[in-house]
């Protein structure tokens, strides 16, 4: 079956560097997604990786290795404003999202 | 970046009424439109998957003649929750990619629907 994993919550300090670990199964692979969302609202790209490897955008990077269907999001100098929930999602061979059910980050001051 | 809106954002209704959202593409056109419900802390779930002029895809599970999906045109997709029940509140979003677009989603606002 398909399958995606990702921690529930987690909990970092302002100014700090936090990495969000997503593992996934899914029926052939186009891709992997990493979307923002914040409570209440519908879900903001952050970034997409075909390729293994680390894909810089600003402060957030995203980290692919398709051989071991993993992937991470890094989040830099976290602000208050980070506080959201990350929704890792593959693209099957379909090109359809599998959805994980998300970690929600929570940052403290 | 492409924009998709979602009409209404917020909806209240009494059980046993049908409600429709609508959602858009607004400069681009949307070949293929998703529908996602999201229950509160809860991952989207995909309801079903609608190509422009033909019937939508629905997931296993979800009910057909309860949520009624028309593409009728490349910029307009829209969701009817027939004979609506409280167990159908919830966060309803769409999405939309493009024709040539394979990867990306442009996802709507949502539309929260509360039934009483």
């Known amino acids: 079956g398909q399958n995606i994993d990702q921690p529930t919550e987690m909990t970092a300090t302002e100014g700090a560097i936090v990495q969000i670990n997503c593992t996934y199964q899914t029926s052939g692979f186009n891709g992997l997604f990493w979307y923002q969302q914040h409570a209440g609202e519908a879900p903001t790209f952050l970034s997409y990786?075909?390729l293994d490897g680390l894909e810089e955008k600003g402060r957030f990077s995203s980290f692919l290795s398709r051989s071991k269907g993993y992937s991470y999001l890094l989040l830099k100098e976290l602000q208050m404003k980070d506080s959201a929930s990350y929704l890792c999602?593959?693209?099957?061979?379909?090109?359809?999202?599998?959805w994980g059910a998300g970690t929600k980050l929570i940052i403290k001051p | 970046g492409a924009v998709v809106s979602q009409h209404p954002s917020r909806v209240i209704c009494k059980s046993g009424t049908s409600v429709k959202i609508e959602c858009r593409s607004l400069d681009f056109q949307a070949t293929t439109m998703f529908w996602y419900r999201q229950f509160p802390k809860k991952s989207l779930m995909l309801m079903a998957t609608?190509?422009?002029?033909?019937?939508?895809?629905?997931e296993q599970g979800v009910e057909k003649d309860k949520f009624l999906i028309n593409h009728a045109s490349l910029t307009l997709s829209t969701l009817t929750v027939t004979s609506a029940h409280p167990e159908d509140s919830s966060f309803y979003i769409c999405?939309?990619?493009?024709?040539?677009?394979?990867?990306?989603?442009?996802f709507g606002p949502g539309t929260r629907l509360t039934v009483t």
């Open positions: 609608s190509n422009e002029g033909s019937k939508a895809t629905y």
């Open positions: 990786n075909v």
């Open positions: 999405s939309a990619r493009g024709p040539g677009d394979r990867e990306e989603q442009y």
């Open positions: 999602a593959a693209m099957d061979s379909n090109y359809q999202l599998i």
